[in-house]
């Protein structure tokens, strides 16, 4: 069965860094476009960042263009979300996704949080 399960998620203070990592499992990884959501409380979950199989293209809300890298480890079956010079407005629930024979998949989240 397909699993994906997030880590690296934590308190940071503004204008710092964090990693986050999705390893997944049940699948055939290099074959499907992986995502990044977050989910803000009192928000709707939104899309962040998403790659494609090979990672050859990678797409980014214009909120975090420029701060926020995706990428992703076929061989490792792993996808990464690099975080910098993070805003109070990231803080979230961050969500890794794949979207697979019609049905979505969701990891179950790690909690972010920018504050000083």
């Known amino acids: 069965q397909v699993q994906l399960v997030e880590s690296g998620g934590g308190l940071v203070q503004p204008g710092g860094s964090l990693r986050l990592s999705c390893a997944a499992s049940?699948?055939?990884?290099?074959?499907?476009?992986m995502s990044w959501y977050r989910q803000a409380p009192g928000k709707e979950r939104e899309l962040v960042a998403t790659?494609?199989?090979?990672?050859?293209?990678?797409n980014y809300a214009d909120s975090v263009k420029g701060r926020f890298t995706i990428s992703r480890d076929n061989a490792k079956k792993t996808v990464y979300l690099q975080m910098s010079s993070l805003k109070p407005e990231d803080t979230a629930v961050y969500y890794c996704?794949?979207?697979?024979?019609?049905?979505?998949?969701w990891g179950q989240g790690t909690q972010v949080t920018v504050s000083s």
């Open positions: 996704y794949v979207r697979r024979t019609s049905r979505d998949y």
């Open positions: 790659i494609t199989g090979t990672g050859g293209s990678t």
């Open positions: 049940g699948f055939t990884f290099s074959s499907y476009a």
